[in-house]
């Protein structure tokens, strides 16, 4: 694990296959990745991006600072990794498997697809500033999802570019409420 949350999931893989094997419980681990909608508090990155996207192209706001926009990873759609985990619990027997798309993307082309669904070049707008660089964020995080499509049948469908629209289309949604 490279950090505290890394650490937690190994731990409660550890603590679930404990369980499964010496009491016979029923009971699967998903590893899921990086999964994303509208729901993500703004605290995650791409709802920031969502967000502040919105904010700039309504004046709100003129920029977005960020820590390092070269980072690559395997970002999902929410409701699909949920059909993922319920596949998991139909299966005779109880495993783990990764759940994700099983592609990368950078953040880059998260910021590329969100920005122009509002018509505006994420470059005008973004600032990578060091002192938002991670000191321990891996570049690349990249997933094999090919266990949960070999034993359900599940694979991801929605990717990066509308996964940034649909988490902008929320936002601009949501600000036509108040």
């Not at 880059?108 to 060091?130: C, N, R, T």
Request: contains cysteine; charged residues 20%; neutral net charge.
């Amino acid at each position: 694990p490279q950090n505290p949350y890394g650490a937690v999931r190994a731990a409660a893989y550890q603590l679930i296959r404990q369980y499964r094997v010496t009491f016979g419980v029923y009971a699967s681990v998903g590893f899921l990745f990086n999964h994303e909608s509208p729901l993500r508090g703004d605290a995650f990155v791409t709802s920031k991006i969502a967000q502040r996207a919105w904010e700039i192209s309504h004046g709100a706001a003129t920029r977005l600072e960020l820590g390092n926009i070269d980072i690559e990873r395997d970002w999902g759609w929410a409701p699909e990794y949920v059909n993922a985990m319920w596949n998991m619990l139909q299966l005779d027997t109880p495993g783990d498997c990764v759940i994700a798309t099983g592609r990368t993307y950078s953040l880059k082309d998260f910021l590329q697809s969100a920005f122009s669904s509002l018509g505006l070049q994420w470059e005008d707008h973004v600032v990578s500033s060091p002192s938002l660089m991670r000191a321990e964020d891996p570049k690349i995080i990249r997933a094999n999802p090919s266990k949960i499509h070999e034993l359900t049948g599940w694979r991801a469908t929605v990717f990066v570019p509308e996964i940034a629209r649909r988490m902008v289309e929320a936002k601009k949604n949501a600000a036509a409420l108040y």
